[in-house]
């Protein structure tokens, strides 16, 4: 099993572009989260998803989408970057609430 | 509301002396809570979770409800417990079961030799 896998590693974005980045996880889970990390703040939830074709706002959806078609995939778009979403980025999984999560090796965001 | 509270960032200490990373929560229901692990490099993993009771690399945490505190603790530390440590508060939701977990700010442990 590879777990939850996420592309890019890294990434630098010029502000006002778009990206997408992904995330998958082979251990069929439905819960899928996605979480921010800044320096010295935590993790902060971004969406999350109990199952395909359900989606939900964490504490922070402004400027970002998700999209649950799959089990397996859970990608987070990002439309018209700026700068404070400059950020470290990993993406969760768990079979359900009060379960285990399982993360992903996160991706490094620069948005300049 | 719910909240984690983590009040050291850094918690430095010699290798072989007894650590404390503290937790404290703010919930008013039944909590379930968490201990994450992040080392060098790696991903975040789960280290120990209240209702198991286990310890994890000589690592326990104890919940008191009284003090609403879930303490972790480890009797000796070892260098390769340098890592950050995150406490998480699953929270419970009005609505069903979309519960997420509400993290502390996380505690960088330094071991040093």
């Known amino acids: 099993n590879a777990g939850v896998t996420q592309t890019p590693k890294f990434r630098i974005l010029k502000i006002g572009q778009s990206m997408t980045l992904q995330c998958a996880q082979d251990?069929?889970?439905?819960?899928m989260y996605w979480y921010r990390q800044d320096p010295g703040m935590g993790l902060k939830l971004i969406y999350y998803s109990v199952g395909a074709g359900i989606t939900d706002k964490g504490e922070v959806p402004n400027g970002y989408n998700v999209s649950r078609s799959t089990t397996e995939d859970f990608p987070l778009r990002l439309e018209l970057a700026a700068p404070s979403q400059t950020s470290v980025y990993f993406c969760?999984?768990?079979?359900?609430?009060?379960?285990?999560?399982?993360f992903g090796p996160g991706t490094r965001l620069t948005v300049t | 509301a719910q909240r984690v509270t983590q009040p050291e960032k850094l918690l430095s200490v010699f290798k072989g002396a007894p650590v404390e990373l503290k937790c404290n929560y703010s919930y008013s229901g039944s909590p379930e809570l968490f201990w994450y692990v992040q080392y060098s490099r790696q991903r975040l993993q789960l280290l120990l979770r209240?209702?198991?009771?286990?310890s994890i690399k000589g690592f326990t945490a104890d919940l008191n409800k009284g003090e609403t505190s879930f303490h972790l603790k480890k009797p000796f530390a070892q260098e390769e417990d340098s890592a950050m440590y995150y406490c998480?508060?699953?929270?419970?939701?009005?609505?069903?079961?979309?519960?997420?977990?509400?993290w502390g700010l996380g505690t960088s442990l330094a071991v040093n030799p």
């Open positions: 209240h209702i198991s009771r286990e």
């Open positions: 251990m069929n889970h439905n819960y």
């Open positions: 998480a508060l699953n929270e419970a939701h009005n609505a069903g079961n979309n519960r997420k977990l509400i």
């Open positions: 969760a999984s768990s079979t359900g609430t009060g379960f285990e999560q399982y």
